[in-house]
């Protein structure tokens, strides 16, 4: 018999209300694993989400695991400060960084979780060297820089592509997804070999935010 798959769910807040943060973030918490924060600076993909600040405001509320996700020009001048922030899993873009591994170390040397996201548009197997090193990679199956957008059907074989390298090389690495996650979508990515999904508007538009993450969850079978 076939072994039931679990996934891990990361609302990202960049579909929350702003407005009342806090009481959103608090909604999630009994059935969340991570909570997802987006951070964009408006180069690297055209949008200005929120930096260091929301990070350092959440964090003496909560307990649940803090997944930041650097899209910006330059993360390695911000690890410190995100880390001192309050970030548990600190993620970068591979294509903002010359030495993926030295970034890597750095996370590391502030005794937080390392991640590495790739753009649709970049080869996958570009992060194949570093995935012995990482605790999470992040696939995007949108274009960053923006929520609501519809899933990328060509994220899934960039799914099962690392989810080969990491059983190959016996990697219990996160494989998160992000972008238009839905109860539509999750089955197939989760059968891709996904272990953490990402959803915004999935979550916080919903009448009952820890339901439809229920719902997600139940997609894993």
Same mark, same amino acid.
């Given at each position: 018999? &076939?072994n039931k798959k679990s996934v891990i769910i990361a609302?990202?807040?960049?579909?929350?209300?702003?407005?009342?943060?806090?009481?959103?973030?608090?909604?999630?918490?009994?059935? =969340?694993?991570?909570?997802?924060?987006?951070? %964009?600076?408006?180069?690297?993909?055209?949008?200005?989400?929120?930096?260091?600040?929301?990070?350092?405001?959440?964090?003496?509320?909560?307990?649940?695991? *803090?997944?930041?996700?650097? %899209?910006?020009?330059?993360?390695?001048?911000?690890?410190?400060?995100?880390?001192?922030?309050?970030?548990?899993?600190?993620? *970068?873009?591979?294509?903002?960084?010359?030495?993926?591994?030295?970034?890597?170390?750095?996370?590391?040397?502030?005794?937080?979780?390392?991640?590495?996201?790739?753009?649709?548009?970049?080869?996958?197997?570009? !992060?194949?060297?570093?995935?012995?090193?990482?605790? %999470?990679?992040?696939? %995007?199956?949108?274009?960053?820089?923006?929520?609501?957008?519809?899933?990328?059907p060509s994220a899934l074989e960039r799914i099962h592509?690392?989810?080969?390298?990491?059983?190959?090389?016996?990697? &219990?690495?996160? !494989?998160?997804?992000?972008?238009?996650?839905?109860?539509?979508? =999750?089955?197939?990515?989760?059968? +891709?070999?996904?272990? +953490?999904?990402? +959803?915004?508007? =999935?979550? *916080? +538009?919903?009448?009952?935010? &820890? &339901?439809?993450?229920?719902?997600?969850?139940?997609?894993?079978?």
């Amino acid at each position: 018999m &076939e072994n039931k798959k679990s996934v891990i769910i990361a609302p990202s807040i960049l579909a929350a209300d702003f407005g009342h943060l806090l009481d959103d973030v608090k909604k999630i918490e009994g059935e =969340a694993e991570l909570l997802h924060l987006d951070v %964009m600076d408006g180069h690297y993909v055209p949008n200005i989400s929120f930096g260091i600040p929301i990070v350092q405001s959440l964090r003496p509320y909560t307990d649940i695991i *803090f997944d930041v996700h650097l %899209m910006i020009t330059n993360p390695l001048d911000y690890f410190e400060a995100f880390a001192k922030a309050g970030a548990d899993i600190i993620t *970068f873009h591979i294509e903002t960084v010359d030495d993926p591994s030295g970034a890597i170390q750095k996370i590391h040397a502030l005794g937080k979780k390392a991640g590495i996201s790739v753009h649709p548009d970049t080869d996958v197997r570009s !992060i194949f060297p570093y995935l012995a090193d990482l605790e %999470m990679i992040l696939i %995007m199956s949108v274009y960053p820089g923006f929520g609501g957008q519809s899933f990328m059907p060509s994220a899934l074989e960039r799914i099962h592509a690392v989810r080969e390298q990491l059983d190959l090389i016996g990697s &219990e690495a996160l !494989i998160s997804v992000d972008g238009g996650i839905s109860e539509q979508t =999750a089955p197939a990515v989760i059968k +891709a070999g996904a272990t +953490a999904l990402v +959803a915004g508007s =999935a979550i *916080f +538009a919903a009448a009952n935010p &820890e &339901e439809a993450i229920r719902r997600l969850k139940s997609c894993a079978g």
